[in-house]
């Protein structure tokens, strides 16, 4: 028996271009328009969306594959701008630091599909180890993995001691996280290195975090100049910075600083909420993964701290969630996946929809708001003629039920069908 070239990738993608794909969607939710569009018919030319319109109206081009999707509602895939595949959320605190970074790049191999299964299409992973998220990304675009579009950080980039440090291990071991810098000279040297190594997009951390050890998730960690210096450089370089922030006047000093986004948003008041409307500052704030935390942290290894922490400001996420969505701050879908199971990312709507969100603006979070946040608002976040043809379908009418989004039964990836 004769093992199949990895080449032989490479050129069913070439012969996918010359694939012509019709779909017949019952029910089409066109996120520009917050609309549901009923009996449309979509034509795919190899990786791209060519025609979409009335199923009465559209021409199917002769020899078209038909897909027929006539009983489910279509939409455009999902996309999560907090994702981190290479983290095994079994292996929370001290169970970690026994994973070597390449064992949790393979690990991400896995994730990457069960992600893309799940219905997301594309995701924006902020922060790893070993640039793993590097070698993920260059894996599948190059089709020898399966999984969603990516855009990386790879290290996120923090002070010593930090949220992004590494504070497990006792002195002797003088261990310091790669991605550790302090004054602003030394940051943009950071976001070089990380540059220079494949970086899409520059993490920082603002703030203490929940999961890390020692520090308090309301305390500000960069300084308001460190964080201009990043993102100055950052930007200069065409590379846009996302802001791990939980406490309030982290949140302020980051958006005044020009960050493109702030994660997890906590404790963010009724200024900072003025400020990211004002700036255009989207907010990923992950209202879902305290579920898991809370359920299931203690068995995965998460330290009593953290559980603590979680417990002083979950609900407060969720309050101001609403508030924020409500004080006209823009939205965009991030999970923190990673922390929990992934391919649990859809999930999170729930959330959404109880804090204030309809289904629509939901899913507008997860498509349009998130392609718009990662620069790609060309390329994916609506069923469009030109964009990537990332179309998933499910059962029933979602935009009228968030929860159907947890079962999503048609995935197609630029083209080609991951799961029907
Ligand atoms: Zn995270």
């Known amino acids: 028996m004769a093992l199949v070239p990895l080449a032989s ?4 993608k070439e012969n996918d271009k ?18 549901v569009l009923v009996d449309q018919t979509i034509v795919i030319r190899g990786e791209r969306i060519s025609a979409v319109g009335p199923g009465a109206t559209t021409k199917v081009p002769d020899g078209a594959e038909l897909i027929d999707l006539s009983q489910a509602t279509v939409l ?3 996309i999560d701008v907090h994702t981190h595949l290479t983290g095994n959320p079994q292996l ?54 399966v999984g969603p579009r990516m855009l990386v950080s790879a ?47 520059i993490k920082i951390c603002a703030s203490g975090g929940v999961l890390s050890k020692g520090d308090e998730a309301g305390a500000q960690q960069y300084t308001l100049e460190e964080m201009k210096a990043i993102v100055d450089e950052a930007h200069k370089l065409g590379r846009k910075v996302a802001a791990h922030a939980h406490g309030t006047s982290s949140i302020r000093d980051a958006i005044l600083a020009g960050v ?66 409500q004080g006209g701050a823009r939205m965009a879908f991030g999970t923190d996946a990673g922390v929990y199971p992934h391919g649990d990312n859809a999930k999170q709507f729930y959330y959404m929809v109880k804090y204030g969100m309809t289904p629509m603006q ?37 935009a009228a039920a968030d929860a159907l989004l947890t079962r999503v039964k048609f995935v197609m990836k630029g083209g080609a069908v991951v799961r029907r």
């Not at 010359?18 to 609309?35: P, T």
């Not at 979070?365 to 964009?387: C, E, F, P, R, Y």
């Open 155 to 201: 290290y996120a980039i923090g002070i010593k001691g930090g949220h992004c440090d590494e504070n497990l291990l006792p002195p002797e071991f003088d261990y310091t996280g790669k991605g550790v810098a302090d004054g602003p000279w030394a940051a943009r040297s950071k976001v070089r290195e990380m540059v220079k190594y494949g970086a899409d997009l």
């Open 18 to 35: 010359e694939k012509i794909i019709a779909i017949r969607a019952g029910r089409l939710i066109d996120v520009v328009a917050a609309k």
């Open 92 to 145: 929370h605190g001290y169970r970690g630091l026994g994973e070597a970074d390449i064992r949790a790049a393979l690990y991400g191999a896995r994730a990457a599909r069960v992600t893309l299964e799940a219905g997301f299409t594309s995701v924006r992973n902020v922060g790893a180890s070993g640039y793993g998220d590097v070698a993920l990304r260059d894996a599948i675009n190059d089709g020898d993995i």
């Open 76 to 78: 455009p895939g999902l």
């Open 260 to 325: 493109d986004s702030i994660e997890h948003a906590s404790l963010i008041d009724e200024e900072g909420i003025r400020l990211a409307r004002e700036k255009g500052t989207y907010l990923a704030m992950d209202i879902y993964n305290d579920d898991y935390i809370l359920q299931e942290g203690e068995k995965a290894g998460i330290l009593p701290e953290s559980l603590k922490k979680e417990k002083e400001i979950g609900q407060l996420q969720r309050d101001n969630f609403r508030k924020a969505f």
């Open 362 to 398: 939901a899913i507008q979070a997860a498509t349009i708001n998130a392609a718009d946040l990662m620069g790609w608002k060309s390329k994916v976040g609506s069923i469009s003629v030109g964009k990537f043809a990332d179309i998933i379908a499910v059962d029933g009418d979602a």
């Open 9 to 12: 990738a490479q050129s069913a």
